[in-house]
């Protein structure tokens, strides 16, 4: 226990080396950090919401509009393939989780059924992928009424799809916008929580994150005989975004329901100029599918209107004048050079599967997180002070081995959260200083095992091997305990809880490297420079 290779002494004193070296970028300033040679650490750990101040929000995912939308598209659906196949219906509509229709003729009634079973497809993915569940309920009934009824598990299913993918379109909208360590993480069934160190004004981003940014290219319906207000089947009334009629109120268009072209095929999309007569618009590009579809729509509609829809209202309706082939365009509109910037970046991320719901909003200032930093590192140093003076009063000569342990113990801690890139909370100083006390707990053990050793008559090479050999396996069933419970709040915690979590079990790492490790080749040292008749201990 007491024999220590020369390779080992050098990886001690190197991992201590880089904890002070992947610690000191956190005692300059961020804007100073450039000053520091290329060839040294730039890692600094990143404060939480509750130290540098900004902005938390709490979202609610509006599941009934995914279910809706799912059930407007299968009415869609319906409509077409009865319309392919010549059967005549009444009555197509949506009631519940459920879509009806009624077929006029009974002779057609088999076929109808069997083309709308059609519809329904096997689940995939997840936890009902591969288990044979479909998302459909295809069934007869009186008075030759079929009903397609959505499953509990499509429902699940669709519901946990729309959350997933509402997190990570609401990543993206933040990363654009070029925030710090955002924390944006779920929380229970239908709710977001999103955390925005140092946004203090965060009216821009709850714009950027509201939006739906759902972009759609339609056609608008130019069919003659249409009377005003009239709506026909497979039409939609939308309101303008910008333009305002005789009476003040905004335009509205006859839009196909179909959708032509849809944002999700967008590739890239830029606010610029306009270089003919200087107005912010927003240019876009397809991939290879949006853009072999934008060119056959607009191949086939020259000499019509083409609606560009974004969240149900109609940015503007350009005649088709020319086949567009190159899978690029241009939305235009009176956009000011911010709102086409927020456009362009709502499109890069992609549209929300649903709209989100702001139920919760709290704005932490500077001042209280200066405070909070003040006063945690207040606690620190009066329980690193209070250690370090028990440990040596306690001890004597082995204490301040202990102590000099506790300080590398903090300095690896503070590296590993470099490293990390970790986000320091509130919770998390206080981790740190309950890992100040932690720490020494090994000290104290080994300690008591070489004074009990030494009592019993024992050389004291022979305590101190006998010491740290009985006080291993006590150390290493605490620390795992400890780690066990650690894990469980990482696993069932969110947010500061799980940051208190990792800053623990940094903590109970490092201190087993230092207390086994360090503070036995400080004291073997010792042992073998003094070579004492007695410890001092």
């Not at 069997?114 to 096997?122: A, M, V, Y």
């Not at 140093?381 to 000569?397: E, P, W």
């Amino acid at each position: 226990m007491l024999y220590f290779p020369k390779w080992k002494i050098y990886l001690i004193w190197a991992v201590c080396v880089l904890g002070i070296l992947f610690t000191l970028p956190n005692f300059f300033p961020s804007a100073d950090l450039e000053r520091v040679p290329k060839w040294l650490p730039h890692q600094q750990v990143n404060l939480g919401l509750d130290l540098r101040g900004g902005s938390h929000l709490l979202l609610q995912v509006d599941l009934g509009a995914v279910l809706h939308e799912r059930l407007d598209d299968l009415v869609e659906s319906v409509r077409k393939d009865l319309q392919k196949d010549r059967i005549g219906y009444v009555g197509l509509g949506i009631a519940n989780h459920s879509v009806k229709v009624k077929i006029r003729e009974p002779n057609q009634f088999q076929t109808a059924l069997s083309t709308l079973q059609g519809l329904s497809t096997p689940l995939t993915g997840g936890f009902f992928g591969g288990s044979g569940q479909r998302d459909l309920l295809v069934a007869g009934g009186p008075d030759n009424t079929i009903t397609m009824t959505l499953t509990d598990q499509a429902i699940e299913q669709k519901a946990q799809s729309a959350l997933q993918q509402s997190i990570e379109i609401v990543r993206r909208r933040v990363d654009e916008t070029g925030v710090n360590e955002p924390e944006i993480q779920r929380e229970g069934d239908d709710r977001i929580v999103v955390e925005l160190p140092g946004i203090h004004d965060p009216d821009r981003v709850k714009r950027l994150i509201g939006k739906t940014a759902k972009l759609t290219f339609q056609m608008v319906d130019l069919s003659p005989g249409l009377q005003p207000g009239q709506v026909p089947p497979g039409d939609e009334l939308l309101p303008s975004s910008d333009e305002k009629g005789a009476d003040g109120k905004p335009v509205q268009y006859l839009v196909r329901r179909r959708v032509e072209v849809s944002g999700d095929n967008l590739k890239d999309a830029q606010a610029e100029f306009d270089s003919r007569n200087g107005q912010a618009i927003v240019n876009f590009r397809f991939d290879s599918i949006g853009a072999k579809r934008f060119g056959d729509v607009t191949r086939e509609n020259v000499g019509k209107p083409f609606a560009i829809v974004l969240d149900s209202k109609v940015i503007s309706a350009p005649v088709i004048r020319e086949p567009i082939l190159g899978g690029s365009g241009q939305i235009s509109g009176n956009f000011t050079p911010q709102s086409a910037n927020d456009l362009a970046v709502l499109l890069r991320a992609g549209a929300l599967p649903a709209p989100l719901k702001i139920i919760e909003e709290r704005t932490v200032g500077p001042d209280l997180g200066a405070d909070s930093i003040h006063s945690g590192l207040e606690a620190c140093i009066v329980g690193f002070v209070l250690v370090v003076a028990y440990m040596f009063l306690a001890y004597g000569f082995f204490g301040a081995f202990a102590n000099i342990a506790l300080i590398f113990n903090l300095f690896l801690v503070m590296a590993a959260l470099s490293v990390l890139q970790a986000t320091l909370t509130l919770p998390g100083i206080a981790g740190i200083l309950l890992t100040i006390g932690m720490a020494v707990d090994a000290n104290v053990l080994i300690n008591e095992r070489i004074r009990e050793e030494s009592k019993l008559g024992k050389s004291p090479l022979a305590a101190m091997d006998a010491g740290f050999a009985r006080a291993f396996g006590t150390i290493l069933d605490a620390n795992l305990t400890t780690l066990i419970k650690m894990g469980i709040l990482y696993a069932f915690g969110s947010g500061t809880v799980k940051g208190f979590a990792v800053t623990i079990s940094i903590g109970i790492i490092t201190s087993m490297f230092t207390a086994i490790l360090l503070t036995r080749m400080l004291m073997v040292f010792w042992l073998r420079r003094r070579r004492p008749a007695a410890l001092p201990i």
